[in-house]
């Protein structure tokens, strides 16, 4: 099993810029897919922006052009550059990884607020 510990969430203003990190209790070079969820109150998670291995990326429409994912892997670490951040934007952050060595697992890490308001 893997931990994964999130940070950088926080309170921003519309238009503004937050980056959160996800840092991994060992190697993500061998994890299939990490990817960022969020959880806006009262309503289900949703997949925010994904990242894989080899380095291919996706994103909800809501995110395209505002958000970056990225993976460090000789920091254990992948990051979400979030610009122009929007109130829609306001959840719980969640990070998530998934893989298959030594065994096929999913982890969540315990999820960071972000809050967008003026």
């Known amino acids: 099993q893997v931990q994964l510990v999130e940070s950088g969430g926080g309170f921003v203003q519309p238009g503004g810029s937050l980056r959160l990190s996800c840092a991994a209790s060992?190697?993500?070079?061998?994890?299939?897919?990490m990817g960022w969820y969020r959880q806006p109150p009262g309503q289900p998670r949703e997949l925010v922006a994904s990242?894989?291995?080899?380095?291919?990326?996706d994103y909800v429409d809501s995110v395209k052009g505002r958000f970056t994912i990225s993976r460090d892997n000789a920091k254990n670490t992948v990051y979400l550059q979030m610009n122009n951040l929007k109130p829609e934007d306001t959840a719980v952050y969640y990070c998530?990884?998934?893989?298959?060595?030594?065994?096929?697992?999913?982890?969540w890490g315990q999820g960071t607020q972000v809050t967008v308001s003026s």
């Open positions: 998530n990884a998934r893989g298959v060595l030594p065994t096929p697992f999913t982890s």
């Open positions: 060992k190697s993500i070079a061998s994890f299939l897919v």
């Open positions: 990242i894989t291995g080899g380095r291919h990326t």
